[in-house]
């Protein structure tokens, strides 16, 4: 079984600019989370998606949006890059989106915005 | 509005020494409470949970409803158990996790 994937691992970004970042789910799951860590931090809750719907939104403005396919991979969106957005993001996959599901995460993409 | 604190940054102890890692959140309602933890270079992968009830690598955490604490505890901490423990908190029936600051967790040998 493979574990959930992330790319790309680092990122340079200038503020103003758009990002996206990418997410492979583990085999077999069908729900995807992404979270904000911001250094010294614990991650922060974005959104998440159930099979190609988000289902669940935290404090974010609108300018993070994200996508699920049809194959359960997913990507992450940032538009107006400010330089705050700097961060790890971290994906996440479980298998349905069901009380005590585990997630499984992802290394992270270390994203820096100049 | 739930919420994770985590009040110690940073946990040092001597190999073999109890630990406890603490965890207080604020919640009204029912909650799922988790661990998670990430040894360095590693992914954050989850630890418990308060469900399952279970004792994982020597770890126990008992949710405190009055207290509303859910405390990270190992009787004869190992080397191989530094790395950065996070407490979350899943309110029931929502899927917005809430997670706490992290705690470092050194043990010298």
């Known amino acids: 079984e493979t574990g959930v994937t992330q790319s790309p691992t680092h990122l340079i970004k200038t503020r103003g600019q758009q990002v996206t970042l990418r997410c492979s789910s583990q085999s077999g799951h069908n729900t995807v989370s992404w979270y904000q860590q911001a250094l010294g931090q614990g991650p922060q809750f974005i959104f998440q998606y159930y099979r190609e719907e988000e289902n669940g939104r935290g404090n974010f403005p609108p300018r993070f949006s994200g996508l699920q396919f049809p194959n359960y991979s997913s990507e992450l969106n940032v538009n107006a890059l400010e330089l705050d957005d700097s961060a790890l993001y971290l994906c996440?996959?479980?298998?349905?989106?069901?009380?005590?599901?585990?997630?499984?995460f992802g290394q992270g993409t270390r994203l820096t915005v100049v | 509005a739930q919420r994770v604190t985590q009040p110690e940054k940073l946990l040092s102890v001597f190999k073999g020494a109890p630990v406890e890692l603490k965890c207080n959140y604020s919640y009204s309602g029912s909650p799922e409470l988790f661990w998670y933890v990430q040894y360095s270079r590693q992914r954050l992968q989850l630890l418990l949970r308060h469900i399952s009830r279970e004792s994982i690598k020597g770890f126990t955490a008992d949710l405190n409803k009055g207290e509303t604490s859910f405390h990270l505890k190992k009787p004869f901490a190992q080397e191989e158990d530094s790395a950065m423990y996070y407490c979350a908190l899943r309110s029931g029936g929502s899927y917005i996790p809430t997670f706490g600051r992290g705690t470092s967790l050194i043990v010298h040998p």
């Open positions: 996440a996959s479980s298998s349905g989106d069901r009380v005590g599901a585990e997630a499984f």
